[in-house]
């Protein structure tokens, strides 16, 4: 329930400030005639909904084992961020198309300077929500609130060619607003395709890192009793990770003595390594 709290807290405050942010953004980029910073107001609008999205994948997540799903429902979390990715694309996409139309257009205007201080706020704000929601997120290890804080870092991106893109225009440059905003499209997907790439691996039974798996092998070997390590095979489930482990003992023990190091094995492996949810143990004779 830590996580699920935890993830409450974090995405009330981020829906509050991105939808402050939003509205300050898209009035003042509208009235002050920059469609960076319009683009920009869009991206972080989109925020509050991927923030909605990151908080029902964990809490969803939470949810016990059942009959239906004896594994637990871990596995919702890169779901949601599959949809968290699909939103950046989309969203990124929508706002490089408008800075190209208005890029060809050749009806440019010049933007007010009120627009700078909307930048500005912006990127300082959206920064601290990112190491905010970046900190959360690894504290409870959620690939949603993960994605959701690249999301934050990437409206701060935004936000800064949108600094740019105005200050260019204020000087004269005027096709540098919309430039900007084309920009921010294409950070935006890069970050997008990269969430949804790892989202596939962590439902894709992608092997552990090879430091959590030397962790896991220096853990067995420490077990009295443990001759050799036959096979050692780790798959993630969303956040956490399951362990596939045989070994090798002396053959000529009773099975209550094997069984009995068989279960050390299986606990110092799950007590060692926080993310491995289960260590199934199998026993072959050395």
């Known amino acids: 329930?830590?996580?699920?709290?935890?993830?409450?807290r974090v995405s009330i405050i981020t829906v509050i400030w991105n939808t402050i942010l939003s509205v300050v953004k898209i009035v003042v980029g509208f009235f002050g005639h920059s469609s960076a910073i319009v683009a920009d107001g869009i991206h972080s609008m989109s925020d509050?909904?991927?923030?909605?999205?990151?908080?029902?994948?964990?809490n969803l997540s939470a949810k016990k084992a059942d009959d239906d799903h004896q594994y637990g429902h871990e596995k919702f979390e890169p779901i949601m961020s599959k949809i968290l990715a699909t939103v950046l694309i989309v969203t990124a996409l929508m706002i490089g198309y408008n800075g190209i139309k208005s890029m060809f257009s050749g009806n440019l205007e010049t933007p007010s300077q009120l627009n700078l201080l909307a930048a500005g706020l912006s990127i300082v704000v959206k920064e601290w929500m990112y190491?905010?929601?970046?900190?959360?997120a690894d504290k409870i290890n959620s690939s949603a609130l993960k994605a959701d804080a690249w999301h934050h870092?990437?409206?701060a991106f935004s936000s800064i060619g949108s600094l740019i893109g105005v200050a260019g225009a204020l000087l004269g440059f005027k096709f540098f607003d919309p430039l900007?905003?084309?920009?921010?499209?294409?950070?935006?997907i890069k970050v997008g395709v990269e969430i949804y790439l790892k989202s596939i691996d962590e439902v894709m039974d992608k092997s552990a890192d090879e430091e959590t798996i030397q962790k896991i092998r220096q853990a067995v070997q420490s077990v009295e009793g443990v001759i050799a390590i036959d096979m050692l095979l780790t798959r993630q489930h969303a956040s956490v990770i399951y362990v596939d482990l045989e070994i090798g003992v002396d053959g000529d023990l009773t099975l209550w003595k094997a069984h009995a190091i068989a279960e050390k094995a299986h606990l110092i492996v799950e007590d060692e390594v926080p993310l491995v949810k289960h260590c199934m143990v199998h026993v072959n004779p050395y």
């Open 131 to 136: 190491r905010y929601t970046k900190k959360a």
């Open 180 to 188: 900007a905003a084309v920009v921010i499209a294409l950070i935006i």
């Open 153 to 155: 870092r990437t409206d």
């Open 1 to 8: 329930m830590e996580r699920v709290q935890i993830a409450k």
């Open 48 to 58: 509050v909904f991927t923030t909605i999205i990151a908080y029902v994948g964990v």
